[in-house]
């Protein structure tokens, strides 16, 4: 039953992310209560009965996935305990160039790493600056 042409899991999903956007202190909270929600549709209004099934059938991926993204939690966090975060404002610029420098820096990481993981780490030094 799609709204304005617009499959109502889309509606659910945009909301969602519309959520944790602005409750970005919360995005957990408000991810699973999309994760529910978008579940409850499914299984209560559309009775999607292959639910239980396209689970069973992604399970490699989303475990594959949850891997990932708790390897790049562990390795922010490794970065973050490593004092480098706090030692490395002092040697970019104070002006715009710092930002750059910082981009820069991103961008040689990410040769060598995942582009998310080195995203991540430029992340936590842009928190420290």
Do not use: C
């Not at 639910?51 to 966090?77: D, K, P, Q, S, T």
């Amino acid at each position: 039953m799609p709204i304005l042409n617009i499959p109502v899991e889309f509606i659910l999903f945009a909301i969602t992310l519309l959520g944790v956007a602005i409750f970005h202190r919360r995005n957990l909270e408000v991810a699973v209560a999309g994760l529910v929600a978008i579940t409850l549709y499914k299984g209560l209004v559309v009775q999607d009965v292959d639910l239980v099934a396209h689970f069973l059938h992604e399970e490699r991926l989303v475990l594959n996935l949850l891997g990932l993204l708790l390897g790049f939690a562990i390795l922010a966090r490794h970065f973050e305990l490593s004092k480098v975060p706090d030692w490395l404002p002092r040697f970019l610029p104070d002006d715009w160039k710092g930002g750059l420098v910082l981009l820069v820096m991103v961008a040689i990481l990410s040769t060598f790493l995942d582009n998310i993981a080195a995203a991540i780490i430029g992340g936590v030094v842009a928190g420290h600056v």
